[in-house]
T-cell receptor
């Protein structure tokens, strides 16, 4: 069974440009989460989808970040326009819609804004 | 407020020796606690979790963790470290009724041959 996959694995963009990250969750996982880790700090929650609906987006830093999950399958996270402080590793995770199940993470997308 | 503290950025241990990676937490309600490991150039891998029941939880690769409610701790342990255990370890907590995980800052474990 395929795990959570994320594209691209690395992205280097200039300040002011737009970047779109993609996450393909494990098939059948209705929960989908986005997290971000800035160098050396904790992994911070960004938002949570249940199927195609945003359940909780309290962790989104500002309105330059837009996440979608059309059709309840894969998700995209767009940063527009990117700023230097957006650099970090963006993780996607998915889990079954059952209580207390563990989330499975992708390998992350390392975003560098220069 | 929910939070996780991993007080050690770096833990070094000799191969064959026991290892401990520390984690304390703060959460509303009953805690659901997790350990994840990140090997170089890989995603986070689930190691083990505590939901309820026995305070000692056994997980993958010979790791275990002990839930201590009075000390609000969930330390990760292994009786005999392997060089291949060298990685970045994250503790995470989820409170009752919450959906998302709160992570610590991570602890880099280095097992010295």
């Amino acid at each position: 069974e395929a795990g959570v996959t994320q594209f691209p694995s690395h992205s280097v963009i200039e300040k002011g440009q737009t970047v779109t990250l993609r996450c393909d969750p494990i098939s059948g996982h209705d929960n989908l989460y986005w997290y971000r880790r800035v160098m050396g700090k904790e992994i911070k929650f960004l938002l949570h989808f249940v199927k195609e609906s945003k359940q909780d987006e309290s962790g989104m830093p500002n309105n330059r970040f837009l996440a979608e999950r059309t059709g309840g399958t894969y998700s995209t996270l767009k940063v527009q326009p990117a700023e230097l402080e957006d650099s970090g590793v963006y993780f996607c995770a998915s889990s079954l819609l059952l209580p207390n199940t563990e989330a499975f993470f992708g390998q992350g997308t390392r975003l560098t804004v220069v | 407020a929910q939070s996780v503290a991993q007080p050690e950025d770096q833990v070094n241990v000799a191969e064959g020796n026991p290892l401990t990676v520390k984690c304390t937490y703060s959460v509303s309600g009953n805690p659901y606690l997790f350990w994840y490991v990140q090997y170089p150039n890989r995603g986070l891998q689930f190691l083990l979790k505590y939901i309820t029941g026995d305070n000692l939880v056994k997980g993958s690769y010979g790791f275990e963790a002990e839930f201590n409610k009075s000390q609000t701790s969930f330390h990760l342990k292994k009786p005999s470290a392997l060089v291949s255990d060298s990685a970045l370890y994250f503790c995470a907590v989820r409170g009752t009724g919450a959906n998302n995980l709160f992570f610590g800052t991570g602890t880099r474990l280095t097992v010295i041959p």
